[in-house]
Nanobody, 124 residues
């Protein structure tokens, strides 16, 4: 089992930045591809980005490409999501998740473990 705990969410003005963290326990995340997803009220959970086990490959949703950056520290068992130039449409609960496999994936049902989420609110 992998337990994931997100932190770093909050209220920020449009154009601002936040850095989310996802701390893992139970097992090392070095065996897992890690993803970030978000869910706004009344909407389905959507892919934000993902990073491979070694950190050598990343993938991003078009809506965040160029603004968000995923990184990881396997030594610290932590994954990060740096969010810059935030927009009101980025408002959502953000979740981190862990998946096995060779390729990083964008679909939620391929991820085995999930955190409880952290709220990000961007005001206009």
């Amino acid at each position: 089992q992998v337990q994931l705990v997100e932190s770093g969410g909050g209220l920020v003005q449009a154009g601002g930045s936040l850095r989310l963290s996802c701390a893992a326990s139970g097992r090392t995340i070095s065996n897992y591809n890690m993803g970030w997803f978000r869910q706004a009220p009344g909407k389905e959970r959507e892919f934000v980005g993902a990073i491979s086990r070694s950190g050598g490959r990343t993938s991003y949703a078009d809506s965040v490409k160029g603004r968000f950056t995923i990184s990881r520290s396997n030594a610290e068992n932590t994954v990060y999501l740096q969010m810059n130039n935030l927009k009101p449409e980025d408002t959502a609960v953000y979740f981190c998740a862990a998946a096995l496999g060779v390729q990083i994936t964008t679909t939620p049902n391929t991820y085995m473990y999930w955190g409880q989420g952290t709220q990000v609110t961007v005001s206009s």
